[in-house]
Every structure is written in C-alpha cells, then in structure tokens.
C-alpha cells in the first residue's frame, strides 16, 4: 500500500467528481492509517514526519466517506422517490 499514491488518487478523484473512487480511495487510506500505517504527505510546508499529517489525512479521509456514503444515498432515495411516481 503506498499512502501517498491513494491520498493523491482520492485528491484527483474528488476534483474530478468521481465519487466513487474518492470514496474507495478514502477508505483504503483510512484502513492503513487505522493500522498504524505512516501517513501520506497531505501539505508540502510541514516536514515529511509531521504528525499534522495523519490528522489532516484521516480528517479528510472521514468527510470524504461520510460525504460520497450520502450522495450515493440520496441518488438513492431520489431514483426511489421517482420511481414511486409512476406508479
């Protein structure tokens, strides 16, 4: 696993509006750094081995899935919603 590939694969995915991926990318990064795994470089100003980085990391990584979880849930409930109307 190499943290800093998946934090800048779930960057990319979140500026390019791929939820999915983003979300995927999160939780892959998040599993790694719940085990103790070293965190990705999050922002060039601090030293390498700053602990800065793991909170920025896991921060972002939480938001990130609890966001692209809702968004697919409310495509969810919307695709139901329209559904129900043709009823």
Known sequence: MDPQATWNELLRAWNADDADAAHDAANTLLEWLRKRGAAPVTIEQLSKDDPLH??????????????????TLEETVDHDNQNQGDD
């Open 54 to 71: 793991e909170v920025i990391a896991t921060a972002t990584c939480e938001a990130v899935a609890v966001y692209t979880f809702l968004g």
